[in-house]
């Protein structure tokens, strides 16, 4: 590997380390003190109360351009995620890209030398986007790009994941929601999950059948995705190679990942697991509450899903359900389904949006045909609001729409900037039972139709995301996942739980309490044209 460049920046990790982090994976034990055989003179000392383990938000906000700093704290940009000089190769996978705002990121000094890889999915080589990056490709000599197989004729290369190899043998998995433009990196709301550093691993032997949530089993199934793309023609080769020779036992997630094409469910049982199905497979390994609960789906397209709901409600809810109770609550305990919520922004609140309605080019749902508006029929009774702030909403009653406390609003400091995030979390009556920050949005595209005769599931899209829940990341199974607004750390001294059990953080994107559409609110759609001036003082002309 190429000698390091001689600029470096001084890393976090080499000085301050997040102190969540140290207690999680270097616990230290004190060393036994001797006993006197004199009575002590003095008083015992009391016992110093066990202090309880706080650790930050797994997944990240991103920066806003117009919002005040308080509204930023703990957020990432760009820069912050691939501006290291340090930084040798990297792997951009992505829907939309532009390879000037790519580049313009990396470190000014290094970033001609630095290998870039794009890999895309546009197929037809008349296609304008295409056509724009060869061009743009072009005036770089160390750009790449890549075509993605893609078998089905209406999926998308929609995954959004950054690869990072660096001149000090570390390398990186960044998993997010913003494609690789500027609009998406400005004022929209986006999302960020980051490895670990992973260093060279000193051994390759791996576990058989390493358990999901481990650092093994994302590993494996990252690899597998990554394969996927070489049905045709060599597209990862490279990438699987090298990313073979790091260690990624660190790392606490598991990866629900879409891979197009047709997928057999019979297959061994150290198979990796794609869309619906592979959410499945993660989610029956993940303990929840008993009682009752919200699973809340905030998403920022959603394509046509059929007539009726049968799909929404058997193949992805009953999916999203899936989950197991610990012994000591699954005897006796109320176990009702839990309710399912779909936050999506109505035109009022795309309209007052940082960007008006030039966001809602970026936020896509349609009701003009007669199945579209069947669809919003059986729809609308899940939707809720992003912004949670307008006149003609209800307030919601159940776990979600509280946030824990029916007296609580908590802010997140991101209602003007309009959604393109994609969140699944589920809320439990206590604390939040799981997480998923993802690419996928609500369609059977992105998740798979419904299991077929043949026992197949069939996917069209590329997709990708990481779900955590409270255990995996405390290693403790009395931890509790709880939501941060405006920041990644969690309460200390939160009242909840036996008071010294670990408390995760988990940034929610959107205030709570939920509000319910009113009767006369519908959802955004970017195709029809909206008259009344946004905060810009324009129209929409629909498209």
Sequence with gaps: ?????????????????????????????????????????????????????????????????????????????????????????????????????????????????????????????????????????????????????????????????????????????????????????????????????????????????????????????????????????????????????????????????????????????????????????????????????????????????????TWLQRTLFDSLTMSYFRPEEDAFSFKPRPDLKVIFPTPDEIRRSLDGYESGGSIHTKTQSAAQAKQLQYLRPLFHHWANDSARGVLGSTSASRGGDPAASRDAGRKRAAPHIKTYIRYGEKSIDWALLTSANLSRQAWGDALNSAGEVRIASWEIGVLVWPELLAGDAEARMVGTFKTDEPERDDEAGDGTSPVVGLRIPYDLPLQKYGNTEVPWVATIGYAEPDRMGRIWPGY
């Design 1 to 309: 590997m190429a000698e390091p460049p001689t600029k470096r920046r001084r890393l976090s990790s080499d000085e301050d380390h997040d102190s969540s982090q140290d207690t999680l994976y270097s616990r230290g034990k004190k060393p036994a003190s001797s006993s006197s055989v004199f009575p002590p003179i003095s008083p015992p000392r009391t016992k110093k109360a066990k202090t309880r383990t706080c650790i930050a938000s797994p997944f990240r906000l991103t920066t806003i351009r117009d919002l005040p700093d308080e509204c930023n704290v703990g957020a990432v940009s760009l820069g912050d995620l691939i501006g290291d000089p340090l930084v040798a190769e990297l792997w951009d996978f992505n829907y939309l890209h532009d390879i000037d705002f790519l580049l313009g990121h990396l470190d000014e000094d290094t970033r001609a030398l630095t290998r870039v890889h794009v890999v895309h999915g546009f197929w037809k080589r008349e296609d304008p986007n295409r056509v724009l990056l060869q061009e743009q490709a072009r005036q770089y000599k160390n750009v790449t790009l890549h075509t993605a197989y893609m078998p089905e004729m209406f999926g998308t290369h929609h995954s959004k994941m950054l690869i990072l190899f660096r001149h000090d043998d570390m390398a990186q998995v960044i998993i997010h929601t913003a494609n690789m433009i500027a609009k998406d990196w400005t004022n929209m709301t986006n999302g960020v999950w980051a490895s670990p550093p992973l260093p060279k691993q000193s051994n390759s032997q791996l576990e058989t059948t390493p358990a999901v949530g481990s650092g093994e089993r994302f590993k494996a199934d990252l690899t597998n995705y990554l394969r996927a793309y070489n049905k045709m023609r060599n597209v990862c080769g490279s990438l699987v190679q090298e990313l073979a020779s790091y260690d990624f036992s660190s790392v606490r997630g598991a990866l629900v990942a879409s891979v197009p094409g047709k997928h057999d469910l019979e297959e061994s049982v150290i198979a990796s697991y794609w869309g619906w199905a592979g959410l499945r497979n993660v989610l029956k390994n993940v303990p929840v509450q008993a009682g009752h609960s919200d699973i809340a789906i905030q998403i920022s397209s959603i394509a046509t899903l059929g007539a009726n709901d």
